[in-house]
């Protein structure tokens, strides 16, 4: 039975752009704003309950980082973009979290939307999207709900660890590209295993049905991963070419090394796609295959009870000395050696999995 299936773009039909409608289904999320307002001697880090409380931070000469969980809240968002003077076009990607992934410089900030991949408890890819504003001093981030991978981050703004708390804005904004990319290595590394694992099974000949269902899951997180993955090449790059005047030019080697990992990244994911769909030949060269076998077991079974079936029909069982026409129970014995044949039958060829 088909799946009831509801489209993200619906709500968007007919409405003008700049239109601020969140598409997630994430309707009941609590607003979270979390802060980290630092420079090389001090830190401020606070949890905000209204997005009032973070507008004071525009005009500090310390680098800023205001994280925004909820996009459901669309007032919010509404209110932090007119006071950091977004456009509505801005606003509009923000909370359309089907958006694909890109970068737009503006006069005043670099607007930039990212996939944010990882494993939940259950072992399943959460994607999630994640969108940046790079100001001067200032980074704005949104995030549908509560949970990312920016916790490297923050420990290394809490303990000052590296060089994080003595540059700007702009490596802030390389930190978190970067954590978010190093988890799409997790991510497929993960997938290698799983993809180790089912060639295993399929050459140990574990349950057929099984493993065809893993395969298909591959399948659609492959796919998943590669839509979020492939786009990062193209914003790294553009931010490489440095055509605006936040990111400063000793920052863009970093970049740089995203880009790196970016493009190995995307060669492993083809590696892997590639092995998936080697991986459902297999499946049906094993399904062919085992076909044969069976077909080849029927096939002597036949050949041998042939040349029975055909004395049988010349003669039928028409001889006159027929000890067992006169037994008694012969009916019964007959039925219960059918019986028993057909069942031992039901067992041979279900454990050799023919069925």
């Not at 790294?236 to 070419?241: P, R, Y």
């Not at 094993?286 to 009870?305: A, G, P, Q």
Request: hydrophobic share 40%; proline share 2%.
């Amino acid at each position: 039975m088909p799946k009831n299936r509801t489209s993200k773009y619906r709500k968007k039909l007919g409405l003008s752009p700049g239109s601020i409608i969140y598409t997630g289904d994430k309707e009941t999320q609590e607003l979270f704003i979390d802060s980290f307002d630092y420079n090389s001697e001090f830190l401020d880090e606070k949890t905000h309950a209204n997005i009032e409380d973070v507008f004071h931070y525009k005009t500090t000469k310390s680098v800023t980082w205001i994280n925004i969980n909820g996009l459901n809240h669309v007032d919010a968002i509404e209110k932090i973009g007119t006071h950091y003077n977004l456009h509505p076009l801005t606003l509009e990607d923000i909370v359309n979290t089907s958006h694909r992934p890109k970068i737009d410089d503006y006069d005043n900030y670099v607007f930039v939307v990212l996939k944010m991949l990882y494993h939940n408890a259950n072992d399943e890819i959460i994607n999630e999207q994640v969108c940046f504003i790079l100001g001067e001093n200032y980074v704005l981030s949104f995030q549908e709900a509560e949970g990312d991978v920016f916790e490297t981050v923050r420990e290394r703004i809490r303990y000052a660890k590296g060089r994080i708390r003595t540059l700007g804005s702009d490596y802030l904004l390389y930190a978190l590209i970067d954590a978010v990319t190093d988890h799409y290595f997790m991510v497929i590394e993960t997938m290698s295993n799983k993809i180790e694992d089912l060639e295993d099974n399929l050459f140990n000949g574990f349950s057929q049905e099984e493993i065809s269902i893993q395969i298909q899951d591959l399948k659609r997180e492959i796919l998943k991963v590669r839509r979020a993955i492939f786009p990062l090449r193209e914003i790294i790059s553009k931010i490489e070419k440095n055509e605006n005047n936040f990111i400063k030019d000793k920052t863009i080697h970093y970049f740089r090394d995203v880009y790196d990992h970016v493009i190995q990244i995307s060669e492993n994911i083809e590696i892997y796609r590639d092995m998936i769909w080697g991986l459902m030949d297999m499946y049906m060269t094993t399904l062919s295959n085992k076909m044969n076998e069976v077909m080849k077991v029927l096939t002597v079974i036949s050949t041998i009870f042939i040349p029975l079936t055909f004395l049988a029909g010349i003669y039928g069982m028409n001889f006159a000395n027929m000890p067992e026409l006169h037994y008694q129970y012969s009916y019964f014995i007959l039925w219960g050696v059918m019986i028993v044949l057909f069942l031992g039958m039901l067992y041979y060829f279900k454990k050799k999995k023919w069925f």
